[in-house]
């Protein structure tokens, strides 16, 4: 029956309001226990009003045997389920108080293939289910959580959609392939967390009606690796029906920059951490405690997602060319100031030209025309959109140019500008608001209205009525996209010829896609990238 962790408080205040201010839980049931595969789950009723449901099993906990398995069915219970906290994460490296998007440390285990539901006040109306809105967190598929404060479902859910918000394994328990591993798979391994991924939207298919929630009209939304998540499972015959409209979030895995790969590499990879766990087979990794696998696997390269023939069959950019793709409305994009990758400092226009001429030998003059600056600060801003646009931009670029040539269903792009408001004075470990400018996540509290969530535990932001008003924006061109399949009357469709976004920032409205024309003069040099240790790929936000 229920494991109640009483070891470490777990987020007994949720954020809840149309903007996510924080409130203690109010025990008040969320109505009758809702009848589910499994048995019975009962809720709780915020003081928002929104009912909840936290810390669901959508699958048997991966441990012991498990580890290193396909998500299994959970097994039946009688009795209720008292879905009335969140989950542990699970297991990960941890952060420290001191970093931006610190929301007090949860509780870790191995044990952590729950969902968070978060439904409208009132009951859906009779024969006029909500849409559903299925989260997938990000963290460069090594760390996340389904319960961070700024995912919080309540303000969405508050305004008329369903929320789910769901875990899967990540790191070396996540998406380890090895040769011993394939064998039990019958030819497949890795990609752990993509099929946890994939469990959870089974689970929606099945359960989500007696929560409210139309299964025929579920979108996914991610950030980041969960933007990279979205469009793998948009590129996967596996994740074929689960899912009607997807939202992505500043990732996507096209191109080589943390790109599947082959399964062969990635057993090579799973025999390294082998070695360097000093294990004699899979069956003695499985004895190994999570916490040392996750030290040791931090030092031995690894690449996440395998290219492994059952969950993906073949790259995202084949599948879509192949017209193989899950061909639903798209609606994608990225922030002004994100990076997967760095050029080096840049002090002055001498810098820069220096720089480009490194990195980008054979294409250099044309870039430095596209990419111009005739003063230091120009230089320094040219760097900026450079290095967004030889990573997450052309990502998004080349997903976003996919769809609109090989699939029917129109893409929807946005750039977001704002500069979050910081209080005078505050600062972090791994984030400096001087010049951060708008940073990848930054746009999420805002997409989700959960901007206090940034001043949970001491104030950071000075909020104003145009972040609030922005934020609300946002969240109805969101809702809409759920309920409809279009965000909003002005929001252009991307056209290869003429490719625009939506701007989100001030003033807003639609723009030309920055320095589209200029992608393909990028490509020669984004190669390199993809050897690139995990870590040293993560963008710390």
């Given at each position: ?38 048995g019975l789950v009962g809720g709780i009723t915020l003081p928002s009003g929104v009912r909840s449901w936290l810390g669901v099993p959508f699958a048997a906990p991966p441990v012991r045997d498990l580890r290193w398995r396909d998500p299994r069915p959970h097994e039946g219970w009688t009795g209720v389920w008292n879905a009335d906290r969140f989950a542990p994460e699970c297991i ?382 946002m969240m109805a061109a969101l809702l809409s996209f759920a309920r409809t399949g279009q965000p909003g009357a002005d929001w252009p469709t991307f056209q290869v010829k003429r490719p625009q976004m939506r701007l989100l920032g001030d003033p807003g409205g639609a723009i030309d896609w920055p320095h589209y024309a200029a992608l393909p003069l990028l490509k020669a040099a984004a ?15």
């Amino acid at each position: 029956m229920r494991r109640f962790w009483t070891a470490v408080a777990l987020s007994l205040a949720l954020l809840i309001g149309d903007r996510g201010a924080q409130a203690q839980v109010v025990e008040r049931p969320a109505g009758p226990p809702v009848q589910t595969d499994a048995g019975l789950v009962g809720g709780i009723t915020l003081p928002s009003g929104v009912r909840s449901w936290l810390g669901v099993p959508f699958a048997a906990p991966p441990v012991r045997d498990l580890r290193w398995r396909d998500p299994r069915p959970h097994e039946g219970w009688t009795g209720v389920w008292n879905a009335d906290r969140f989950a542990p994460e699970c297991i990960q490296p941890l952060r420290g108080r001191s970093i931006n998007h610190y929301f007090g440390e949860e509780a870790t285990s191995e044990d952590c293939l729950y969902l968070n539901i978060w439904a409208p006040p009132e009951p859906a109306p009779a024969g006029k289910p909500y849409p559903v809105i299925a989260w997938i967190y990000g963290g460069a598929f090594n760390v996340g959580s389904a319960s961070m404060a700024n995912y919080s479902g309540a303000p969405l859910a508050a305004k008329g959609v369903v929320y789910v918000a769901i875990a899967y394994r990540v790191g070396p328990l996540g998406f380890l392939a090895h040769p011993d591993l394939t064998v039990e798979g019958a030819g497949h391994s890795g990609n752990y967390g993509l099929k946890d991924q994939i469990a959870g939207l089974r689970w929606i298919q099945r359960n989500i009606a007696g929560f409210g929630g139309d299964p025929g009209e579920v979108t996914l939304v991610g950030q980041s690796a969960g933007s990279m998540s979205i469009s793998l499972l948009q590129s996967s015959p596996a994740a074929r029906g689960l899912f009607h409209r997807v939202v992505g979030m500043s990732g996507a895995s096209f191109g080589d920059l943390m790109a599947p790969v082959p399964l062969a590499q990635a057993e090579q990879e799973g025999r390294a951490l082998q070695q360097a766990l000093g294990a004699s087979s899979i069956e003695a990794m499985r004895d190994v405690p999570a916490d040392r696998l996750i030290s040791v696997a931090a030092t031995v390269p690894r690449r996440p997602v395998v290219l492994d023939g059952q969950i993906l069959q073949s790259l995202p950019a084949a599948s879509f060319a192949a017209g193989q793709q899950n061909d639903v409305p798209a609606m994608i994009g990225f922030t002004r100031d994100e990076s997967f990758r760095a050029l080096g400092p840049v002090n002055s226009m001498a810098d820069y030209a220096a720089a480009v001429r490194k990195a980008f030998p054979e294409t250099a003059a044309q870039i430095l025309t596209h990419y111009s600056a005739k003063t230091d600060e120009a230089a320094r801003r040219a760097l900026r959109d450079l290095q967004r646009d030889a990573s997450v931009g052309m990502q998004m670029a080349d997903w976003a140019k996919a769809q609109a040539t090989y699939g029917k269903a129109p893409v929807y792009p946005f750039f977001f500008t704002r500069v979050h408001p910081y209080r005078p004075g505050v600062t972090f470990a791994d984030h400096d608001p001087a010049t951060v400018g708008a940073y990848h996540t930054g746009d999420v509290p805002y997409w989700l209205g959960t901007l206090d969530s940034l001043n949970r535990f001491r104030v950071t932001r000075d909020w104003t009525a145009q972040d609030h008003a922005l934020s609300d924006a946002m969240m109805a061109a969101l809702l809409s996209f759920a309920r409809t399949g279009q965000p909003g009357a002005d929001w252009p469709t991307f056209q290869v010829k003429r490719p625009q976004m939506r701007l989100l920032g001030d003033p807003g409205g639609a723009i030309d896609w920055p320095h589209y024309a200029a992608l393909p003069l990028l490509k020669a040099a984004a190669a390199p990238q993809s050897a690139a240790p995990l870590d040293r790929l993560r963008v710390r936000d």
